[in-house]
């Protein structure tokens, strides 16, 4: 990451809820292609989340501690970490700050911050909301991106294309992007699914396939100036009513074990994502 600080534009798209085995098994029945065209290898890795709901994964993960490696081992590197006495994980190649979070440090070194709200902790209608997308040097959120919206993602890659076409030439864009649409309510997402059916596991893959079709407008935008490194991930999963749970924050597999990649989108003049 230090040869990439710098010299790139950085994408984090957060796919808030996504369970890593519906993530896997999508990809694996090619129901998703957009997604499988940029993960390394065409496959999700598996990791744990540093937190079990959004807040406590999107603290950590704007801290540096993106989702660890889910196997034995250790200390993982990490991309990103703060200036720290004694840390493991800080490896030669890890970019390090002198700032409590990734988004003031990547402020810090010349970067534009712009957070893409979508979940409820991200909507700036209260203290506890406007924590998160208070770290960043602009944010956005309205109602047409967020949890009930059936058209969120759509409308959240329209707001990534508006940031991106005002970026000033020279300077690197760090954009977040928390994406809504995987959360619950999903049913609308599921053909021919109503109100009383209620989201399941179904509605959940449906949601995923949603977003893959409108992914290719928002990594064209980002690689469209310079090189861009993208990290795509979970920050957590979460139950359908596997051995009786229902929803997260709650310590259950389908609730640590989240999907992840890291990959680099070549500038549009280098050739083809």
């Known amino acids: ?28 029945a090619g129901r998703t292609p957009n997604l499988a065209a940029v993960l390394p290898g065409g496959r999700w890795e598996r990791r744990h989340t540093p937190g079990s ?30 200036s720290f006495a004694g840390s493991e994980s800080t490896a030669g190649t890890t970019f390090v700050y002198d700032t409590p979070d990734l988004v003031s440090g990547l402020a810090a070194v010349g970067y534009r911050t712009v957070c ?11 203290p506890l909301g406007s924590v998160l997308p208070g770290l960043f040097q602009e944010s956005h959120w309205a109602p047409e991106l967020g949890v009930t919206s059936p058209t969120s993602f759509e ?50 893959a449906a949601a995923l ?19 861009c490194f993208a990290v795509v991930c979970a ?13 997260h924050r709650i310590g259950h597999e389908v609730v640590w074990t989240v999907p992840y990649a890291q990959f680099t989108l070549p500038a549009a003049e280098e050739g083809p994502a």
């Not at 893409?116 to 209260?126: C, D, L, S, T």
Request: aromatic share 10%.
């Open 116 to 126: 893409v709200g979508g979940v409820g902790f991200f909507n700036k209608q209260g």
């Open 235 to 247: 920050d957590h999963g979460t139950a359908y009513g596997e051995d009786g749970y229902t929803g």
């Open 53 to 82: 709901f959004t807040y406590a994964a999107h603290q950590a993960i704007l801290a540096g501690f993106l989702p660890t490696p889910a196997e034995p081992g250790g200390p993982h590197p990490r991309l990103f970490a703060a």
């Open 155 to 204: 409308a959240q890659v329209a707001v990534a294309e508006q940031v991106c076409a005002e970026q000033p030439a020279g300077q690197p864009l760090f954009l977040f992007l928390n994406v809504s649409a995987l959360h619950q309510p999903n049913w609308f997402h599921l053909p021919g699914a109503t109100r009383e059916h209620g989201d399941d596991r179904a509605s959940h």
């Open 1 to 28: 990451m230090r040869s990439i600080v710098g010299t790139h534009d950085i994408l984090m798209v957060t796919l808030d809820t996504l369970r890593y085995d519906v993530a896997v098994e999508l990809a694996e």
């Open 209 to 227: 396939e949603y977003v893959d079709r409108h992914l290719p407008r928002l990594f064209a935008v980002m690689r469209r100036r310079r090189p």
